[in-house]
């Protein structure tokens, strides 16, 4: 939308009165303080990068991969899947680096690949249970 476009929507906005503001804008080049805008093609990135998340059974996997390696018969067997269901999701798991493997013998071990997706998995659990009302009502 054009300058005079997005001016004239906000002046004519259902309230009736002007929505702009006086404040320094993102896009003001004098005021490097305000936080970059992610561009588009970042922000595809991290949608795409939530969206494989958007699993319950994959979020489960993680969830016991995060206390411990194991292999697929005994994911499917704490998942209750089974283990078709569970190398399928551990074939994606692994495309997106969340997860790698190490062979032991004839056993492949499931292990999550990033402390760092650990760190976040821990702080998106504990801010979903403080806030369970929240969320839940």
Do not use: W
């Not at 054009?2 to 009736?16: I, Q, R, V």
């Not at 002007?18 to 320094?24: A, G, T, V």
């Not at 969206?51 to 018969?73: P, T, W």
């Amino acid at each position: 939308m054009s300058d005079n476009l997005t001016k004239l929507a906000f002046e004519n906005s259902e309230y009736g009165e002007s929505l702009h503001c006086d404040s320094p804008h993102i896009a003001d080049p004098d005021n490097p303080s305000l936080a970059e805008v992610l561009t588009v093609e970042k922000a595809q990135n991290m949608s795409e990068f939530f969206g494989f998340l958007a699993d319950a059974n994959r979020l489960r996997i993680l969830s016991i991969l995060a206390e411990k390696e194991m292999c697929v018969g005994d994911l499917a067997i704490a998942l209750q899947m089974n283990e078709s269901a569970v190398s399928h999701q551990l074939r994606t798991l692994r495309t997106i680096r969340f997860v790698n493997f190490r062979k032991q013998g004839r056993h492949v071990l499931y292990r999550l690949e990033d402390e760092n997706f650990l760190d976040f998995f821990q702080s998106v659990s504990e801010r979903l249970l403080n806030n369970s009302q929240n969320y839940l009502a």
